[in-house]
């Protein structure tokens, strides 16, 4: 019963009209307009972080310190997506070398904590919050390290502003302050997290004003002492002192080990654009493949929102999750096959399994090596020298672990959460082993040129919204507002990083967004699919394109708090 009526509810919801289809331009997916600046540009998810993306660049700061001092920002104002207890990735354009640099800054589990002791405790899976998932953050090593490439301004200049609204409080904005009051009740059971994170018991209210004057503390800490006074000072003792008194593992020798490290980013070409990607231990070489795998089809002429369009586009993904699932891990633990996975070659092979006719319901991981609740905070700047930057940061399950160290102001990631209580699996559990990762920045190159930074966050959203913006830019024409604004695919229910209790056999789930056609969510229940309506999963996306007549296009996502702007 509850299945047909989520197959009517999606009926429904597709029956009505494309959002913003009575605008003057006649552009019926677009909210408002693209935005287009002569000299910087930014995007964030939270109009005061844009606007302090702006200030620094305005004062002589790179596109670099822009993003760190964005991303500060949304750390304070934004605490269900992102924080200095979480981790970071990044793709840099460096418009001297003419060249795309890759971060990884992820972090690895504590090193004193074993598969073993999750069998001790009779656990089958990780928690989703509490000690145990926590790893180290990689955040303020993700800063530092891009700041020394490529940072023009002091790291005490690029704090210093959310330093002042840290002390001095801003309003809450509507959609973090509803993701917010929805953390507070199970997060709160969590030492130091009522104390630093609601009002009196609660979470703040829409256009309340909220203060993080602990916060304040420790990135002035981070601004006069450096990336050590984060790793290998106090802050770092008091974190270890804190998961030791309270059921962890998480110590300060774990802090003073990490490091983050330089990656070569990886591309495939799709009609003639190239998309680019970091390996794994993230996820987005996933967007790479599915990309492969709709080459061959010509989605200009069956439509946007076509059941084909969306037939084509799931049992990709399906086909690119099961090597996910199998491939990606942490590649100083597991190597994964990557340039076989994103090869075209191995793409004809796999893209035979595809039928016009009928959904797939059970898919086996390929074999290359022989021929998400996940809440995240995306950003993206460009300055005036035309670098630009693809920056994503997370705590994970929106808030992270809910461990708040008493004093700090932010809460520690829960992405080991992600890892497979499994032997011998890719993404098993290992002391000093990153986890599998979600969060994935994106760029896209043509003829060797920048075109577009962009992202879209949201778990396992993040690949198939890459690859439904290039899409919508590539095959269906659109411009870079419209492309964010049209409705969205959502397939979930595949095969997970996480073992073979969550392997899809029943072909999953079609989530759709409102504006497809009822002929369409018809024609794919006939071929198989199940298709229901979902209210959130769609992710965030924000987008900066070169303008080919000078300057800069953006974009920022309808569906988030934040907006484009540029001077």
Not at 220 to 240: L, N, S, V
Request: net charge negative; with cysteine.
């Amino acid at each position: 019963m509850n299945a047909c009526l989520a197959m009517i509810a999606a009926v429904m919801v597709a029956a009505m009209p494309a959002m913003a289809a009575d605008r003057v331009t006649g552009k019926p997916f677009a909210t408002r307009s693209e935005v287009y600046a002569p000299h910087a540009m930014a995007a964030t998810s939270h109009p005061l972080a844009t606007q302090i993306a702006l200030d620094v660049m305005r004062a002589g700061g790179s596109a670099v310190d822009a993003a760190i001092a964005a991303n500060a920002a949304l750390g304070l104002m934004e605490p269900t997506g992102n924080g200095i207890g979480g981790d970071l990735f990044a793709i840099v354009w460096d418009p001297k070398t003419q060249r795309l640099h890759g971060y990884n800054g992820s972090g690895r589990s504590p090193r004193s904590l074993t598969l073993a002791e999750f069998e001790r405790r009779g656990l089958k899976d990780i928690p989703s919050h509490g000690p145990l998932p926590v790893t180290v953050p990689g955040t303020v090593d993700g800063w530092f390290a891009l700041h020394e490439r490529f940072g023009r301004r002091s790291m005490a200049e690029n704090l210093a502003p959310t330093i002042r609204y840290a002390r001095e409080g801003h309003p809450v904005h509507e959609v973090i302050a509803y993701y917010w009051d929805r953390s507070v009740p199970r997060l709160s059971r969590w030492p130091g997290f009522t104390e630093q994170f609601t009002i009196d018991g609660r979470a703040p209210r829409t256009g309340e004003t909220w203060r993080n004057p602990y916060l304040a503390d420790t990135l002035q800490a981070i601004a006069e002492g450096g990336r050590d006074a984060f790793y290998k000072g106090d802050i770092a003792r008091t974190i270890g002192d804190y998961f030791a008194a309270n059921d962890g593992f998480l110590s300060y020798e774990d802090m003073a080990a990490h490091t983050g490290d330089w990656v070569d980013p990886v591309s495939t070409n799709y009609r003639g654009y190239d998309l680019w990607e970091l390996p794994p231990s993230g996820q987005g070489i996933a967007a790479l493949q599915i990309l492969n795998l709709l080459e061959p089809y010509d989605l200009a002429s069956h439509g946007f929102g076509s059941p084909e369009h969306v037939h084509l586009f799931v049992e990709a993904k399906k086909l690119a999750f099961a090597d996910r699932a199998r491939w990606y891990a942490d590649p100083a633990f597991h190597p994964a096959p990557v340039a076989k996975l994103i090869s075209k070659e191995y793409a004809r092979d796999r893209g035979q399994l595809i039928s016009m006719e009928r959904a797939l319901r059970e898919v086996q991981p390929g074999t290359p090596a022989q021929l998400d609740e996940g809440d995240t905070i995306y950003l993206t700047t460009a300055d005036a020298d035309g670098m630009m930057v693809s920056l994503i940061q997370s705590n994970y399950r929106g808030m992270g672990s809910g461990m708040a160290p008493p004093g700090l102001g932010f809460i520690l990631q829960d992405r080991g959460e992600q890892f497979v209580l499994q032997e011998g699996h890719p993404n098993s559990f290992a002391p000093g082993k990153r986890p599998f990762h979600t969060i994935i920045p994106a760029f896209v190159t043509r003829d060797g040129k920048p075109w577009l930074s962009y992202g879209v966050m949201g778990g396992a959203m993040q690949p198939q919204g890459h690859v439904q913006i290039l899409l919508n830019l590539i095959d269906f024409g659109m411009n870079l507002q419209e492309a964010g604004d049209a409705p969205r695919i959502h397939h979930d229910g595949s095969t997970e990083p996480t073992g073979q209790a969550t392997a899809m056999t029943d072909g999953g789930r079609v989530e759709l967004e409102s504006g497809f056609p009822i002929e369409s969510v018809r024609a794919l229940m006939r071929k198989g699919h199940r298709v229901q309506f979902a209210d959130g999963p769609y992710g965030g996306y924000q987008a900066i394109m070169v303008n080919p007549q000078g300057g800069w296009i953006g974009a920022s996502e309808s569906r988030k708090d934040g907006h484009a702007a540029g001077y």
